[in-house]
């Protein structure tokens, strides 16, 4: 996977590449326009010095026409030449010139500009023909031309790269500060929690439209999620009420049916029905306790006391099943939460370990950093590759024997995550499994204020 | 014992109303606010067991009326909100007990029995045990500013024992409003919560207002 970039960054990082492609491009473009345009006036220079001296020899043809060019060429190079460097020849031969040790400017029997190379520097050379057979061979130095190009070059680069480097400081800054709604956005939309929507909406105006774009549709998501969120409540709200009444008179007819009955056959068949029931409600309150997301945090528990009133809710229904769990809550492990959710937890964590096995099932309870309630059995366990199938609602272990509301895991995943914990599935040694519901342990602080005298009396939950 | 029972659920009113009478108690049924309304008028009621949700109306709003007009028959709620803020609602609109649904009938039996012998008291909001001081409504404690973390089943301990301050009350009595269990299981637990109520409520137990009364049970002392 690639690492996201940084908008501004791409963004401006692009926006440097393209000032400096076009400063560069505009160097090179000057750099040769200006270039061709000074050597195009140097050979205009060469070209008229040497028609000047052609037109002087052709004038003064009749005298020594050697000891006249050479007299007139010096003068002339000195004035005007800038280090040219200048040959006279007479048919073919040199009659004349500076530098006589200039090799290779030989005549060249045309009129007319090119560029050659002598004694290893670059050189222009221009040259004038007379009538009378002589020839002026004008050489110009291009090494100035080349330097003042090279100078003209370095210093346009320079600039282009400093240009670049002003740029991208500049525009990053900008795009930050054009983008920084962006960051606020996602602060705020971050802020909100999925159960906590209501009440909640975004900042319509953030200085740009393609921001106040985004806002906008995060706004309508969110009055979405908000729908959706209230349909829930009030689902969960509804169905609890009406899972709750006919629940409640079965399992009280129930009881009241076995307390009154005198015939031990009645009450032992009645056994079966009351458990069924036990079990109903129980996936009841484990499903209506899944479909929550908002528990307040409100009582103050101990684990210990809350796997205690598991395990004796077990013994009131399955003297056999009790009998093989042994509890451990030495000490006092407080927690902040509800002991409903943590019972209805807990309580389903041994009711699975005693579905599985028909061993000892280990129950303990530690108060140390976190608070931890672990359920150990020795039953077949489960496979790594299966644990994270299992918390889903509804899974069911591999065993064929496995039975119960498949609520069981999912539902104390559910409640640890909602109380700031967490559950973790341990296979055991050399087999059995180990479930640990870790809890934040609560310590009492300084309250802020007095306590309030009174409670808030509104709460929709 | 005289028990009222308003329950808009016609089969849910009647197991309570024969749990009730299968335990010596007698019990009327009445299905919404208007009729309990009429069998208030004619006759005393030791207990109410009050539905918050009736065809007729809210059993709170009913509960307040009850309270403004001066009437102080204990008031147990049933309701199918599980809720600490809906316990806390219930209790602060004048109920004097909670349960939720589907409940277990020897609980609600228990604490009919529990609200029945205390009789109408009213059922003090802040008290001050000692160093600390309590809300029975919220169910928090506070010694010196520090909340002191009160587990439920304490407070339900403390709440029986408070319900009839200054008398001993039996362990069993104890272990069936609390625990809703008598065995010795439940027993010792009881003992461990007293010792540990003790201790949070005086950590110096120079006045500590728990009292064991050998062999027989508890006894808690008001100030």
Redesign the interface.
């Given at each position: 996977m690639i690492a996201p970039r940084s908008l501004a960054a791409s963004v401006s990082r692009v926006q440097a590449a393209a000032v400096a492609v076009a400063s560069i491009t505009t160097v090179i473009v000057g750099t040769a326009a200006g270039a061709f345009t000074a050597v195009r006036q140097d050979d205009g220079t060469s070209i008229a010095l040497a028609q000047a001296l052609a037109r002087e020899l052709e004038n003064h043809a009749t005298d020594g026409a050697d000891a006249l060019a050479r007299n007139i060429g010096l003068e002339l190079t000195e004035q005007a030449s800038f280090g040219r460097e200048l040959k006279v020849y007479q048919r073919g031969l040199l009659v004349g010139g500076t530098d006589r040790s200039l090799v290779g400017l030989a005549p060249r029997a045309r009129s007319g500009c090119s560029t050659e190379r002598l004694r290893g520097q670059p050189w222009r050379v221009c040259s004038a023909l007379t009538s009378s057979g002589g020839e002026i061979v004008v050489a110009s130095p291009l090494g100035r031309v080349l330097r003042t190009t090279r100078t003209l070059v370095v210093t346009l680069l320079a600039a282009a790269l400093a240009t670049s480097a002003l740029f991208l400081a500049l525009s990053r800054r900008v795009l930050r500060r054009a983008l920084s709604p962006l960051d606020e956005l996602s602060a705020h939309v971050s802020a909100i929690e999925a159960a906590h929507t209501a009440g909640f909406s975004l900042p319509r105006r953030w200085g740009a439209q393609e921001i106040d774009a985004v806002a906008s549709s995060f706004d309508a998501l969110l009055s979405r999620v908000r729908h959706s969120v209230e349909r829930e409540r009030r689902f969960v709200?509804d169905a609890?009420?009406e899972l709750?009444?006919p629940?409640?008179?079965?399992?009280?007819?129930l009881?009241?049916l076995q307390?009154?009955s005198e015939d031990p056959s009645l009450q032992a068949s009645l056994q079966g029905p009351r458990r069924a029931c036990d079990l109903l409600?129980r996936t009841a309150e484990s499903l209506l306790a899944l479909a929550r997301e908002d528990v307040?945090l409100?009582?103050?528990?101990?684990v210990g006391?809350v796997a205690?009133?598991a395990v004796?809710a077990l013994?009131?229904h399955d003297r056999c099943a009790a009998a093989r769990v042994r509890l451990d809550a030495p000490e006092?492990a407080?927690v902040r939460g509800?002991?409903?959710l943590l019972g209805l937890a807990l309580g389903n964590l041994i009711d699975n370990a005693l579905k599985h096995t028909t061993g000892p099932i280990s129950v303990c309870v530690t108060s140390g950093e976190v608070i931890q309630a672990c359920i150990s059995d020795v039953g077949p366990g489960v496979a790594p590759h299966d644990v994270e199938r299992l918390i889903e609602p509804f899974a069911r272990g591999a065993a064929p024997t496995a039975q119960g509301t498949g609520l069981g895991l999912a539902l104390a995943n559910h409640v640890a995550r909602v109380h700031g914990g967490s559950l973790a599935l341990r296979p055991g040694v050399p087999k059995g499994l180990t479930c640990v519901v870790s809890l934040p342990r609560?310590q009492?602080?300084?309250?802020e204020g007095s306590?309030?005298?009174?409670?808030?009396?509104q709460?929709h939950? | 014992m005289r028990v009222l029972v308003v329950e808009d659920?016609a089969?849910?009113a009647e197991?309570?109303a024969?749990?009730a009478r299968?335990s010596g108690m007698a019990a009327e049924i009445a299905g919404d606010l208007a009729e309990a309304s009429w069998h208030l008028e004619q006759g005393l009621f030791d207990v109410l067991v009050l539905d918050v949700?009736l065809p007729d109306g809210d059993g709170l709003a009913f509960c307040r009326e009850l309270r403004a007009a001066g009437r102080p028959t204990p008031i147990l709620f049933l309701s199918?909100?599980?809720?600490?803020?809906?316990r806390?609602?219930g209790l602060?609109a004048g109920g004097d007990d909670y349960l939720?649904?589907?409940?277990?009938?020897?609980e609600l039996v228990a604490r009919l029995r529990a609200l029945g012998r205390r009789g109408a008291i009213a059922r003090p909001q802040?008290l001050v045990l000692g160093p600390t001081?309590l809300?029975l409504?919220?169910?928090?404690a506070?010694r010196a500013?520090?909340?002191?973390?009160?587990?439920?089943?304490e407070w339900q301990v403390l709440e029986v024992l408070l319900s009839r301050a200054g008398r001993t009350v039996a362990y069993d009595d104890v272990l069936e409003a609390a625990?809703g269990?008598v065995?010795e299981?439940?027993r010792a637990?009881l003992e461990v919560?007293v010792a540990?109520l003790r201790k949070k409520l005086d950590p110096s137990g120079a006045q500590s207002a728990i009292h064991t009364v050998r062999s027989l049970g508890y006894r808690l002392d008001l100030p």
């Open positions: 709200a609890s009420h709750r009444t629940l409640t008179r079965l399992r009280g007819q009881e009241l307390s009154s409600v307040p409100e009582e103050t528990v101990d006391d205690e009133r004796l013994i009131e006092e407080l509800d002991s409903t609560w009492p602080r300084k309250a306590p309030a005298p009174d409670p808030p009396s709460h939950g | 659920d089969e849910t197991f309570i024969r749990a299968s949700m199918a909100r599980g809720t600490v803020a809906a806390v609602d602060s939720v649904k589907p409940f277990a009938v020897r802040h001081s809300d409504q919220a169910r928090r506070e500013g520090v909340e002191v973390p009160i587990t439920a089943r625990w269990d065995s299981r439940a637990s919560i540990r």
